[in-house]
């Protein structure tokens, strides 16, 4: 992908999630590209998507791009791996600037980063039934192994801000046990949802340990804001940021605020119809 062309020097990030966890995704951009402005929606009323089926996750994805479109954008990243997984079609095929999702780039580090040709990758249940990083990997090579599972539980862990607590690590290793068992080639992990980057070292730690090996953990938020950088360069100076949250903009602080710094940030409260 080359640098986009633009009128204006200052490129405008729209960036659209379930809820707070695409700050993950918002905050690796933020880092990745400061001089970006960023405008993020938080769609916190209808969360969680990834309990959802498909049509309703790409109907909501679909009102929330649009209200985050309205005011122009140079990008549109799709930072909730759910959405990613279901919709991005839907939403490339309305909108003709460039739409990213998360699922693509993860794919491709995935990829490069094994040495076994195994991959796991953990999301949501309706991203694990959508099948979409093992057709995006299968993309890139056939040969790899995919196995998904969904790990829904650490979503709300990673919201009460139990990054690193004991009962995370259970969680982990509750999840885990079973599955790598039975999948002891894995040496690299998809955290293929907006809320695991922020549960990396019990993740990391759980992984290589069943596992008896170091495993390359892969973060779609980094990953994207990769992308970003190739798309945008570094513009100079300090963008600024907008959060547009659908449900009340207290927790959205909150919990938010474990995600990304939002002390001066612009927020508002917004209705999807
Ligand atoms: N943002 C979602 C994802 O990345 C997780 C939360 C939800 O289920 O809405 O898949």
Same mark, same amino acid.
């Given at each position: 992908m080359s640098l986009l062309t633009r009128t204006h020097s200052r490129p405008t990030i729209a960036i659209f999630d379930s809820g707070v966890g695409g700050l993950t995704v918002a905050r690796a951009v933020a880092d990745a590209v400061p001089g970006a402005n960023l405008r993020y929606l938080g769609d916190t009323a209808r969360l969680p998507?990834?309990?959802k089926s498909a049509r309703t996750v790409v109907r909501y994805a679909v009102q929330a791009a649009a209200l985050l479109l309205e005011q122009p954008a140079d990008a549109l990243v799709v930072a909730c791996n759910t959405a990613s997984s279901c919709a991005l079609p839907e939403l490339q095929a309305r909108w003709s600037i460039p739409v990213l999702g998360v699922v693509e780039p993860g794919a491709r580090r995935a990829v490069a980063a094994s040495k076994t040709g195994h991959i796991g990758v953990i999301g949501t249940e309706r991203t694990v039934q959508s099948r979409a990083y093992h057709d995006a990997i299968g993309e890139l090579d056939l040969n790899v192994t995919v196995d998904a599972l969904a790990t829904p539980l650490l979503v709300g862990l990673a919201e009460e801000g139990w990054f690193d607590h004991p009962v995370t690590e259970a969680a982990v290793r509750a999840y885990f046990e079973p599955w790598l068992a039975q999948a002891p080639d894995i040496d690299t992990l998809v955290l293929g949802c907006t809320h695991y980057p922020a549960l990396a070292a019990p993740i990391g730690r759980v992984a290589s340990e069943l596992l008896g090996r170091p495993v390359t953990l892969v973060d779609s938020a980094t990953a994207i804001a990769a992308e970003m950088v190739q798309l945008f360069g570094q513009?100079?100076?300090?963008? +600024?940021?907008q959060i547009l949250a659908t449900d009340e903009l207290e927790r959205? +602080?909150?919990v938010g605020g474990r995600f990304f710094p939002l002390?001066?940030?612009d927020?508002?409260?917004?209705?999807?119809r």
């Open positions: 998507y990834g309990t513009p100079e100076g300090r963008g +600024a940021v959205f +602080a909150r002390e001066s940030t927020m508002k409260h917004v209705e999807l």
